[in-house]
């Protein structure tokens, strides 16, 4: 059943936990599996092996997220970040049929990661003076992304 409230999901807790990071749904990226796509997307962040096992092997997604800002960051990272998202995206709602219905069922709503501690990349902060969010909010583009190749019937 569609999401029928006319304006933008701008939280991704409560209902729409499901489309945080935090979410606990695992992910087999790449042959490894993670307790969440945060703890796959900061593995990615380093190309050690070793450093990657302690990301995976975080209790929490807090605590990989934590982690993943101490490992030895590969050259590429910035250019590489985004897509590794869209990536594992992919991956967690493809192996997640349940939440993969939740997700379609969010259309046609625009998905903003809002945020009110300053993460212009991944997410936007709400501005009630021009009425508008402020950032790339990148989370947002990558899951409906992801969202719309579902709707096309991609497996």
Not at 25 to 32: F, P
Not at 84 to 97: A, S, V, Y
Request: charged share 25%; with cysteine.
């Amino acid at each position: 059943m569609p999401d029928l409230d006319e304006g933008p999901i701008t939280s991704f807790r409560m209902n729409h936990y499901f489309l945080s990071n935090f979410y606990p749904a695992h992910v087999t990226y790449l042959g490894v599996s993670y307790q969440t796509s945060e703890h796959a997307y900061q593995a990615q962040k380093t190309t050690i092996p070793a450093e990657q096992e302690d990301v995976r092997q975080c209790a929490t997604p807090g605590k990989a997220k934590r982690m993943g800002k101490l490992v030895t960051m590969r050259p590429d990272w910035l250019h590489m970040k985004a897509r590794i998202m869209g990536e594992i995206l992919w991956e967690k709602f493809r192996q997640n049929p349940d939440i993969a219905v939740q997700l379609i069922n969010t259309d046609p709503r625009p998905l903003i990661e809002g945020n009110t501690w300053g993460d212009a990349f991944w997410g936007a902060e709400y501005d009630p003076v021009s009425d508008t969010w402020i950032g790339r909010n990148e989370l947002g583009v990558q899951l409906m992304a992801v969202r719309a190749r579902f709707i096309k019937g991609e497996k």
